[in-house]
């Protein structure tokens, strides 16, 4: 479907629709500017539409200079990247977004589909996915080419992530099946953070490093869920 809601810390409020409705898209930006770009119709085909959002309704975009489905998205409305997925093979190409137009990027090091990504186009991050097994691969971006990272702690495909993340801070959560342990990124190695209350996959996420939202997905074979869980990091004080 083409819904779309805003979460302003506590309740969700709907908002204008997609233009095309779609799943396994690609996401980039801010509440106030982002984008949306490729996915699949269910039923239907393959999509390279790209739609802008400004804050309550979307406009078109220029398209996908081919389908596109279950890659990640990196950035900002006029910086943006799009990566890996399907197309419908999986791929290792990357496209940047300049908020009008689509550009050939740097290759990725593993091709793979179904991974998460966080951070800007000149400071990317991406994690996990399928290559088609489950995968443990990080790789940044410097705007140019794609290095190796500090592989996950486990594998992790159908999982949300703190998209706002940053290189250096980012978060990766949910999983198969259906996993509550959270895995944080400071730019070098992953280590554990406190689990959801509630173990699911396929569910979405964003935030940054520190200040995370988890919502929605799948918690069994055929059980939805419209469960929102908000971290708000680790804190110590001196007694």
Same mark, same amino acid.
């Given at each position: 479907n083409g819904l779309t809601e805003e979460y302003d810390g506590s309740t969700w409020s709907?908002? @204008?629709?997609?233009?095309? #409705?779609?799943?396994a898209a690609?996401?980039?930006?801010?509440? %106030?500017?982002?984008?949306?770009?490729?996915?699949?119709?269910d039923p239907g085909s393959h999509q390279s539409v790209t739609e802008e959002y400004g804050g309550s309704t979307w406009t078109a975009g220029n398209a996908l200079p081919s389908t596109r489905v279950v890659?990640?998205?990196?950035?900002?409305?006029?910086?943006?990247?799009?990566? @890996?997925?399907?197309?419908? #093979?999986?791929?290792?190409?990357?496209?940047?977004?300049?908020? %009008?137009?689509?550009?050939?990027g740097g290759t990725m090091n593993t091709a793979r589909s179904g991974l998460r990504g966080s951070g800007i186009l000149t400071a990317g991050l991406i994690c996990g996915g399928e290559e088609p097994a489950a995968s443990d691969n990080t790789e940044e971006y410097n705007g140019t080419s794609w290095s190796n990272g500090g592989d996950m702690i486990t594998a992790r495909n159908a999982f949300g992530g703190s998209s706002a993340g940053t290189q250096s801070s980012s978060m990766a959560f949910q999983g198969v099946p259906n996993l509550a342990t959270t895995m944080g990124y400071d730019g070098t190695a992953w280590s554990t953070r406190p689990s959801l209350g509630t173990g699911r996959q396929k569910g979405g996420g964003f935030g940054t490093g520190t200040a995370a939202v988890s919502f929605g997905g799948t918690t069994g074979p055929s059980t939805g869920t419209t469960a929102t869980e908000n971290f708000t990091g680790e804190a110590s004080a001196v007694n």
């Open positions: 709907e908002q @204008g629709d997609l233009s095309t #409705g779609r799943w690609s996401g980039f930006g801010t509440q %106030t500017a982002a984008v949306c770009a490729g996915g699949k119709q890659a990640a998205g990196v950035g900002i409305l006029t910086a943006g990247v799009v990566c @890996g997925g399907e197309i419908p #093979g999986i791929t290792d190409t990357t496209l940047e977004y300049d908020g %009008t137009n689509y550009s050939s």
